[in-house]
């Protein structure tokens, strides 16, 4: 059967996609460059003494990042749970502990608001690339910042960073909420100062609505989640330290040990750049794949088409909800989808009960809780097991959000 047919169904389905290409041949062709990425990482560094400074929550080196955990109870709770022998090692991302924003968007949105209040205090003459960055936690800083303001479109965890983060360094922050927006996160940005507007359709309009708005205001900045560049790098400064931490829990990925990594997709900035990271310090010895709800397999539909962002699951009558907020996008990114069109392995859709199965799984063996998004990638080590039995294989999920969740929302997703 056809797979928009199966789409259309909200079937669970698996895609392993026909136009992968070795990636040594076309790193060159991709619109974005390792010195780029490391220019990115560089900033950050630049950061860190101001991030230490303004959130004492962050370690000492000021660098936001996630540890990586070994959950072996988990994979053996899998295993009985499915029937299926996991080949291979199974580890967590841990983004959902990542400090600030609780989420792998504490990377993407967190980088690109400090590389626009960078770009301001230098054009301004306020900023040297050589200062102690430090001090931007100042209140003449705050003042120049007050200036200007930072908009986003969101489904929830995205609008968290970039309002956090935009409201500590002094911008004024607006951030355009779609109807699936969970309500705690609402509240939350307005406790930090943070302008909220709602809207009661989806994601694609909250951005629309929200470049629009911005594009009135020569003071106002809008952080395209649909097409940003710099999002992208955040994120894949991200996938490039993976390296050094699977190095020193002394996993070495080559050859003989490939990384196989699951990804939760929305609109597809933070599993793009983080696979496009991990791309440039792998090669071939990183499969990455594409986690998405059935109703909303946005990304997946892009590429099977070559279609990317003119077309929607509503064109192929989906309603794109889903509990799994951060992924209820009905349309791609454009630039992320032609970046993976030959570098993403695959793509799997999960149903949103599954997504609680596994929520209460791992909080019964590891004492984790992850949001239901950050759950959708747990499916794919089940599905890949399938086709590769190899038990040198490392099985990583990404964790991409759930510490911030409110304890009494947490405890009712886990009694669900």
Not at 172 to 177: A, R, T, Y
Not at 354 to 360: E, I, S, V
Request: charged share 30%.
């Amino acid at each position: 059967m056809d797979i928009i047919d199966r789409l259309k169904k909200t079937e669970e389905l698996t895609w392993y996609n026909p136009n992968y290409t070795e990636f040594n041949r076309v790193r060159d062709e991709l619109p974005i460059s390792l010195d780029e990425v490391k220019e990115a990482e560089d900033r950050l560094k630049r950061f860190a003494p101001y991030i230490k400074k303004v959130f004492p929550e962050v370690a000492d080196d000021g660098i936001i990042e996630s540890p990586i955990n070994t959950i072996d109870k988990m994979k053996a709770r899998m295993e009985k749970d499915f029937n299926q022998e996991i080949y291979g090692r199974l580890i967590l991302k841990r983004d959902d502990l990542l400090p600030i924003a609780g989420s792998i968007k504490a990377r993407g949105g967190i980088y690109e608001v400090l590389k626009h209040a960078e770009t301001l205090a230098m054009e301004n003459g306020l900023l040297k690339a050589h200062d102690d960055y430090s001090i931007l936690a100042s209140d003449d800083f705050r003042d120049f910042f007050s200036n200007y303001t930072v908009q986003v479109g969101s489904t929830g965890n995205l609008g968290l960073s970039i309002g956090i983060m935009s409201a500590k360094i002094g911008f004024k922050v607006i951030v355009h909420m779609s109807q699936d927006a969970k309500e705690w996160k609402k509240n939350l940005l307005r406790s930090k100062g943070v302008q909220v507007i709602e809207y009661t359709s989806d994601y694609s309009k909250a951005v629309e609505e929200g470049r629009r708005l911005s594009n009135e205001d020569p003071k106002s900045y809008f952080i395209d989640d649909e097409n940003s560049k710099d999002l992208f790098l955040g994120y894949a400064v991200g996938g490039m330290r993976v390296k050094k931490q699977l190095e020193d829990m002394g996993i070495i990925v080559d050859e003989e040990h490939p990384l196989f990594v699951y990804l939760p997709c929305g609109v597809g900035g933070g599993p793009g750049g983080v696979t496009y990271g991990l791309k440039l310090v792998y090669g071939d010895n990183v499969k990455c794949f594409f986690a998405e709800p059935t109703r909303s397999p946005a990304m997946l539909l892009g590429l099977v088409t070559g279609l990317h962002d003119k077309i929607s699951v509503e064109d192929i009558g989906l309603d794109n909800k889903t509990d799994a907020d951060g992924l209820a996008v009905g349309r791609p990114s454009s630039f992320v989808g032609k970046i993976m069109d030959k570098i993403l392995t695959g793509a799997f859709t999960i149903e949103d009960s599954r997504l609680y199965d596994f929520l209460k799984a791992l909080y019964q063996e590891e004492k984790i809780f992850l949001e239901p998004s950050a759950l959708a990638g747990f499916l794919g080590p089940v599905l890949t097991s399938e086709k590769y039995k190899d038990r040198n294989i490392i099985h990583m999920c990404w964790a991409t959000g759930g510490s911030l969740v409110p304890e009494e929302i947490a405890n009712s997703l886990i009694k669900r």
